[in-house]
């Protein structure tokens, strides 16, 4: 998937002046409130606000997945920075047609990506991800176009607990990771593991960069022993639980109170990639498996109901700042 590197991401912009309406939070220790009384308010809010960004040119946010049989733009067994699990052919996957598709725009068309222009245009230059997994694909999909491009390149990889980075050394260009799937912080304490909403010491590890690119949600969502906090900690008080978008939407306006605090936006781009949706159909076998298909639904997946008061949530956040 991140063969899509340059299609793949929610582009949203940041605002320092307030636009006023942000949206209302349930109760903290509330475990079944939901904002979705808000929705018309909140989708109303992010349609104007992706109006506004796309100011008449190119909407890139309105588009296709059309198939393209000069993908991918790398390959998984030639690139030295990938990890083994994503080589879904050495693994056994028959097929490779989902490699071969790209993002349309119904009003332009996206340049191809071309990594040894992209090392001359960032020269010198920190790149960090930031955020879950889909950010750790987004890392390794981007250094492995560009090595694709410029195969001969000099490089150096670091990785640590939750951090890497890849440089291209005659161009000096950083390409970092840091993993934390909440964006806030979640630290150990003798009561447990907390997960605070209104704390992002992490943020010290993201200043310095020439663009940050963002990412989380679906670690909001898992409960049970896939959820990796005991606590939310939010003012003071520590909750068992709480409505997770509520506390969504609390964790995204402390993060997005530091970018205002500390992003020099004449020096450092800001991106958001976008919740990713599920792209895939249930249908049961007689064996009781699950098959689960994509081919031929591509004119559908723009349309995600599911995702879009989270999508929207994201933008009236970012327009309060």
Known sequence: ?????????????????????????????????????????????ANNRIQRLAGGRCNIFKGKWVYDPSYPLYSFGSCPFIDPEFNCQKFGRPDATYLKYRWQPFSCNLPRFNGRRFLEKWRGKKIMFVGD???????????????????????????GDGFASITFLD???????????????????????????????????????????FNSWHWWTHTGSSQPWDYIGDGGKYYKDMDRLVAFYKGLTTWARWVNHNVNASQTKVFFQGISPTHYEFQFRNEGGVLRICLGDCNDEFQLHVLWLRV??????????
């Open 1 to 45: 998937m991140g063969f899509l590197f340059g299609a793949l991401f929610l582009l949203l912009s940041f605002s320092k002046a307030a636009h006023g309406g942000t949206l209302p939070l349930a109760t903290s220790n509330s475990t079944t409130t939901s904002p979705s009384s808000y929705t018309v308010f909140v989708a109303n809010s």
């Open 133 to 159: 997994s889909l950010s750790l694909n987004m890392w390794q999909s981007l250094s492995c176009m560009i090595h694709s491009s410029v195969p001969n390149a000099k490089t150096s990889l670091i990785r």
């Open 171 to 213: 161009d000096g260009v950083k390409i970092l990771l840091y993993r934390t799937p909440f964006l806030v912080d979640l630290v150990s304490e003798k009561a447990g593991r907390v997960l605070k909403l209104d704390s992002i010491n992490n943020g010290n590890s993201w200043k310095g960069m020439d663009m940050l690119v």
């Open 312 to 321: 929207a949530m994201f933008v009236v956040v970012m327009t309060s700042y």
